[in-house]
């Protein structure tokens, strides 16, 4: 796992703390067939670890700032299969989707790559219409994280009623802080992690 410190940071564009990136990976169990779409990818902080895993990544956001940020940590840490798309997912994820699966048909190759492409959600603008269309391209394993519990709730109702199994996490991490007497505990936000599966 890369260390949070090491990524190329700017103001205002947030980053997967490197251990919600390690149980999220984990729940992702990307294997070097998969392909896997980044929504929402910040500073590339997932998209840099599952793209040193996966076959392919396609990372999005809506923020240009974002897109910046991600682009200098590809460059960075030497990543050569990820593309990155800037625009919301509302309108990209179809496109990508739609893409892989007329490259696929042409390829004469199995309906889609559901069973092989998984998609990670780290920005939840608009959820309701990405999961619809994470849902009708029939993807097999989404991965999410959310700060606000309400919207990790949604999220697994969501995916509830279109048949995913859902399994539903909150972490909480503390940093040791080294005081006088020894050490002291400082916690973080907890994030809730949903994997949902078909
Ligand atoms: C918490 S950050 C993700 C951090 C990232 N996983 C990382 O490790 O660096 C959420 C990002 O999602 C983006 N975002 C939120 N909703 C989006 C949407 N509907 N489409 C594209 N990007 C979105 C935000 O601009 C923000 O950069």
Redesign the pocket.
């Known amino acids: 796992m890369i260390k949070d410190d090491e990524?190329i940071r700017n103001d205002g564009?947030?980053?997967?703390k490197e251990e919600i990136?390690a149980l999220s990976l984990s729940k992702l169990n990307l294997i070097h067939s998969d392909s896997v779409i980044?929504?929402?990818?910040?500073?590339?902080?997932?998209?840099i670890e599952m793209a040193k895993i996966a076959k392919k990544a396609y990372a999005?956001?809506?923020?240009e700032d974002?897109i910046n940020t991600?682009k200098a940590n590809l460059e960075k840490f030497n990543i050569g299969n990820c593309e990155l798309i800037s625009?919301?997912?509302?309108e990209?994820l179809e496109k990508v989707l739609k893409k892989l699966k007329e490259s696929n048909e042409s390829n004469e190759l199995n309906a889609l790559p559901s069973e092989n492409l998984k998609i990670?959600i780290?920005?939840?603008?608009?959820?309701e219409e990405?999961l619809k269309i994470a849902n009708k391209y029939s993807i097999k394993t989404i991965v999410s994280?959310t700060?606000v519990v309400n919207t990790g709730l949604k999220i697994a109702e969501i995916l509830e009623n279109y048949g995913y199994e859902i399994d539903l996490i909150n972490m909480n991490v503390s940093y040791g802080r080294k005081i006088k007497s020894g050490y002291m505990m400082i916690a973080r936000n907890p994030i809730t992690i949903i994997t949902a599966k078909k």
């Open positions: 990524f564009v947030p980053i997967t990136r980044d929504i929402g990818c910040g500073s590339g902080g997932m998209t999005m956001d809506n923020s974002a991600t625009g919301d997912a509302k990209e990670f780290g920005g939840t603008q608009n959820i990405i994280n700060i």
